[in-house]
């Protein structure tokens, strides 16, 4: 069976939604970014290669995606590729920088860059 990656916005919205106060309260934040990421990051990625036939190489895979849609003519892949750079900025912070200011807005941003990734890819 095939993994659905919507299952990650849904994990990342439940990581976003969790108590405050807690004492992993910001791996919790910092793993929906991710999360959310990574499922918008590969519904992008199939539809490349599932709608558009493009061969996806593991290497330099996340700059070829993004690439593949900021460099259309269809101003709707240029915002797919946009918010994807957005998101894989923040992902990429929240996964190796030791101090993230903001981090509780961030999440919120990249949950919605998320979802409207989705729909638009739905779109096309």
């Not at 290497?59 to 690439?67: G, L, P, S």
Request: aromatic share 12%; charged share 35%.
């Amino acid at each position: 069976m095939s993994f659905d990656w919507e299952d990650y916005l849904t994990l990342a919205r439940r990581l976003s939604e969790l108590p405050e106060g807690q004492p992993e309260e910001e791996a919790q934040l910092r793993t929906a970014i991710s999360r959310a990421y990574y499922l918008a990051f590969r519904k992008a990625c199939n539809f490349l290669r599932d709608t558009d036939g493009e061969s996806i190489l593991r290497r330099a895979v996340h700059r070829f995606v993004r690439d593949g849609f900021e460099r259309s003519d269809d101003p709707i892949r240029q915002k797919i590729g946009q918010d994807l750079g957005r998101m894989e900025m923040e992902r990429n912070k929240a996964d190796y920088d030791d101090d993230f200011p903001n981090l509780d807005r961030t999440v919120k941003y990249v949950l919605f860059w998320a979802g409207e990734t989705g729909t638009r890819l739905k779109s096309l």
